[in-house]
């Protein structure tokens, strides 16, 4: 790994306590390097459909796949979850006072429209995520005060205060460069017709459907390149997903579904990789999103959950997590109770998790919140694992005394609902960030880009402004830790488990990669 060039001591902390073996599939890699063919269009099963193409704006797991292979970034992550340089030359250099970051750019980069990749282009997208309207990158940005183009190969950020994890967050979408020429033409409507810089270029999008891109002629390492076309491919039902890739419809398939997998292993056309993930799955609780998104102050909705602390204790030991994961995932995911997956370094081992679930407690909880016969609202996806795990929830909760309505809704409309504030509850999750204020900051903190549950605790907020700036990762693990702690005793999110990523990839493949983040990465994929 690179260091950090300069007095980055912050960074160069972070960046060391982010190295750890997480596991690393690369379908057809072999201990022998075999011929790969030029061409070919390889077609990948999403198992949800992307909302908005535009870095900006954008938050699903999916859409970062698509974005892998049509915006690069800054930096971006090796097989070890290592922050590297991308569309950067080096690792950022930070002053003495930690609020300056001087970034040098690679030279000679071209966007898939031709134009040129240079410092005036980062500054426009830079200064576009931290300032647009209803921007997903504002809050991963807040502590950046202003970007300056220093010549064409330099970029400096100002900062209002020493920002740790900036490097993390530059190595995904708020790093993501758009070309300047495109967004002039576009405006608000990029996502209709996205231009970075990439191995890819975008052709075309049927929503609902697929998203075709097909091989940049403008692509700085296009010899690397030996596909002519990818098609993302929206199966949203794991059945039909798998039928799919035991056919050979699709090369490759997104996350196998539990009841799929054993069929899958035992085809020997196909192979599987898998990666434990950095990420969580739960249930988020609307505690004040009454207005919606950031429409601050926030305001306590009234619902039985949010009103009562009680009863988001309740509905939490209710579950048994450890029969979740048998039921409804056929033991293929870790139970958990945090935004920090155990794989991650920033995992606190000593953090007690009770995986089974107290029911004489929950029913004792249920009464002491005065609230009879509580009811919930569970927004949940409209496939059938979500299904399943809908089913398990409404089971483990009406022996608690709490009834549970399903709200079965497609992803895409079940995001809009939640930035809206139109739901009680809602089982989502996060692909995770190498860094934990990725996991964190953007989902509990008042001005979180992501904080549908409309979540305030003045206390947490200065934990969390404190961990961005603190001076070593010792202080920041212990911030961290109080973090996760005051969540935990809130409940404006309860944490289900972490998955365990498995994609099926046709033999005919080779170099498809899997990291601990869970995003396909096919870039330098080829046939055989």
Sequence with gaps: ??????????????????????????????????????????????????????????????????FLHICEKLYDLNGKLQIVPQLAANLPQVSGDKRTVTIKLRKGIKFNDGT??????????????????????????????????VGASTVRLHLKEPFAPLAAQLADRAGMIMSPAQLDKLGTRFATDPVCVGPFSFVSRTVGDRIVVKKSQFYYAKKKVHLSQIVFRII???????????????????????TELSAIQRD?????????????????????????????????????????????EAFEVAIDRQLLNKVV??????????????????????????????????????????????????????????????????????????????????FVASLAKADNGNFDAFAIGWSGRIDPDGNIYNFVHTKGA???????NGRLDLILDNARHATSAAARQKLYNAAVSTIRSTRPL??????????????KVTGVQLYGDGLIRAQFAAFK
């Design 494 to 507: 309860i944490y289900l488990y972490h998955a365990k990523t498995r994609d099926g990839v046709s033999k």
């Design 1 to 66: 790994m690179k260091s950090i060039s300069g007095r980055g001591a912050l960074l160069s902390l972070l960046l060391a306590a982010v190295v750890c073996a997480i596991a690393v599939g690369v379908a057809g890699a072999g201990g022998k390097s075999r011929a790969v063919r030029n061409g070919g269009m390889l077609t990948i099963a999403l198992a949800e459909d992307p909302d908005a193409l535009d870095p900006t704006l954008a938050r699903t797991f999916v859409g970062r796949m698509v």
């Design 329 to 410: 995932f056929q033991g293929q995911v870790q139970p958990g109770c945090g935004p920090i997956a155990p794989v991650s370094p920033w995992f606190n081992g000593k953090t007690r998790c009770n995986i089974h679930r107290d029911l004489k407690r929950a029913k004792q909880l249920v009464a002491r919140s005065g609230v009879r016969n509580p009811s919930v609202k569970l927004m949940i996806g409209n496939d059938q694992v979500a299904a399943r795990l809908g089913a398990f929830i409404q089971a483990q909760e009406k022996d608690a005394g709490i009834e549970v309505a399903l709200q079965p809704t497609e």
């Design 450 to 456: 992501q904080n549908d549950s409309g979540y305030s």
């Design 268 to 312: 020997r056309s196909l192979s599987v990789v898998q990666a434990t993930s950095i990420g969580y799955q739960g249930i988020t609780i609307n505690i004040g999103n009454k207005n919606g998104l950031l429409k601050l102050p926030y305001q306590n909705v009234g619902s039985a959950l949010s009103a009562h602390a009680a009863l988001r």
């Design 116 to 149: 040129p990749f240079n410092a005036r282009a980062v500054k426009i997208s830079v200064d576009r995520h931290r300032t647009l309207t209803a921007s997903r990158r504002a809050s991963e940005l807040s502590p950046v005060d202003s970007v300056d183009a």
């Design 236 to 258: 949203n039902e794991p059945t039909a997903a798998a039928q799919a890739l035991r056919a050979h419809d699709v090369d490759v398939l997104d996350r196998i579904g539990p």
